[in-house]
């Protein structure tokens, strides 16, 4: 037994500090809940929240079902416009969750093109690129998709703005998230581009495309995947900000921040529901995304081991 | 030292320039200026006549140049939504978003330091608790943690306003919330949503500098040689982490001007936010692209300072300096 503990330590590290670390577990744990939450939300969902014959204006405000006046058809209550809530909790979350995993492949696919480029490349492009990557960081994102969404709603159509909101949003949070990707994979690139097994593929005439994408891109995938779960908590957060800014997603489809935003507009009449449940939702959602993202950032650096 | 001024004042002057050019194409493409100025009725003779006496005929760079000149001279243009001058909107939000924003930087450094500066120094169970807390700053979202404060202090308690900024008193055409109980108690608030993730911020980094700089051998020596803590941890140690410490405060600021747009939004706080949200909302290219470029002056501003009290705090950076500009 301890001997095949030895062995794992050795074979497989990143497994073993996982097995041993109780609150990752936890956080992948309570992860793993809620994206299954999300994508079963139509199976899992007393009613859709999304059709409106189910929704009866008679119904809205409906305090949860164990307090008083509570409706035992709505378990957590209802919004004001008469949406079960824990229906409308089920697919917000789902909703938030695509956004966020959208934009951030978004972010992940630009940026890790652009410092595989950059770093194998070097030259021109590179010092364009880091310059670029230089001036938006110091721009925090959430201003800078603010920005982007603000320039989509003055090109696109009025009409169109309901239908294409999804998409500039993906692009606004993308846009305002590739820069980190771009960075992390340019340094790690510019390291392995002089290690001995890249020299030998460029000997062999191999194509520079293939070697970033088959040979470099596998030894950096450690950081890019701490990244990746770092920012999805940010993708999320964003996306929810926006929404309840109210320049987010369209109102038919509410997501958590929208929810949020519907809450805040009653919590000074007493009807606290609307508000607390989304929150904690999406309070829950982050912490463990960022706990995890820590537990990867941890086991990925080798100087804290 | 003056070189190195005049190089980084040289980039600000070609960042300040690129994001000019982004705000005029936002001003000249997205949407036609022409068509948001006329009514419909207009023939299309005279709005051929309005665009040549504007000028939007003219080759695009004698445009952008009239535009910057215009914005150096303080003339920002009209909005579309309220037909008023862009420069009067902008300078009367001003003074809200700015002392809001002085008061969220002054909790985050209150308390940020010495918080980081402890959990350094001392492992325990308050220290653990602090740390903790902090996992939880980071992971709510401002409005959240603004509404729950609302919800707290506003709607339970009833001890503090949570709309708009109450009572203030007019200084020329600054408006102040310091003078008033009324408006010292709007601000608190607010302030406190904005500064808890900073606070965080500047409570990691002074923790993560602390703990590194006592790591090092000066450190080790100084103890040995029997120093007080006090001096040691306040003269020796803290005084080195300052540089990165200086950093982070630029960048803090740089989040304060853009997480305000947030807190503003939760609190009704009448300040540049708002604004900038606002033209957001119904696309008022104007405000949109002056905010841009003031927040652009404002970050490279900050840059640039910082830069400069690097000069002051670190004699390391001087002689480095000196030797390579020898």
Known sequence: ?305 | MFRFILQRLLQSVFVILAVCLIAFSLFRFVGDPVAQMVGQETSLQDQENLRERLGLNDPLITQFGRFVSNLSRGEFGFSYRTRQPVSEMILKRMPATLELGFVSLLISLIVGIPAGIYTALKRGVLSNAILIATLVGISVPTFVIGIFLIYLFGVELGWLPTFGRGETVQIGWWETNFLTINGLKSLLLPAITLGIYQLTLTMRLVRAEMQDVLKTDYIKFATARGINYRSLYLNHAFRNTLVPVITIIGLQLGGIIAFSIVTESVFQWPGMGLLFLDSIRYVDIPVMSVYLVLIALMFVGINLLVDILYFVIDPRVRSKNARATQ
């Not at chain 1, 992860?31 to 009866?56: K, R």
């Not at chain 1, 934009?103 to 770093?119: D, E, K, N, W």
């Open chain 1, 1 to 305: 037994m301890i001997a095949a503990w030895r062995r794992l330590r050795v074979e497989n590290e990143f497994l073993y500090l996982f097995i041993n670390n109780r609150v990752a577990q936890l956080a992948a744990f309570v992860a793993t809940l809620c994206v299954g939450a999300a994508v079963l939300s139509p199976w899992l969902a007393p009613y859709n929240p999304y059709d409106i014959a189910n929704i009866d204006l008679m119904d809205s405000l409906v305090p949860p079902a164990w307090s008083e006046g509570g409706d035992e058809r709505f378990l957590i209550g209802t919004d004001d416009q008469g949406r079960d809530l824990l229906s409308a909790i089920l697919y917000g979350t789902r909703l938030s969750l695509f956004v966020g995993l959208l934009s951030i492949t978004f972010a992940c696919v630009l940026g890790v093109s652009v410092g595989l480029m950059a770093g194998y490349f070097g030259g021109r492009f590179d010092t364009i690129m880091m310059r670029i990557a230089d001036v938006q960081l110091s721009l925090p994102a959430i201003l800078t998709a603010l920005l982007i969404d603000g320039i989509a709603r003055g090109i696109l159509p009025r009409e169109q703005h309901d239908n294409l909101m999804i998409i500039v949003l993906t692009v606004a949070i993308g846009l305002s998230l590739w820069v980190n990707f771009a960075r992390t994979v340019r340094a790690s690139t510019f390291v392995e581009r002089n290690k001995e097994y890249v020299q030998a593929s460029e000997i062999m005439g191999m194509h520079p495309l293939r070697i970033m994408v088959v040979h470099i891109l596998p030894n950096i995938m450690g950081p890019i995947l701490v990244i990746l779960t770092v920012d999805l908590a940010v993708a999320v957060l964003l996306e929810a900000t926006l929404s309840f800014l109210g320049v987010g997603v369209p109102p038919n489809q509410p997501s958590l921040g929208t929810l949020i935003r519907i809450g805040t507009e009653y919590m000074f009449s007493g009807e606290w529901w609307i508000v607390i449940f989304p929150s904690a939702m999406l309070i829950i959602m982050i912490i463990s995304i960022n706990i995890l993202g820590d537990f990867l950032r941890d086991a990925f650096n080798p100087r804290l081991r």
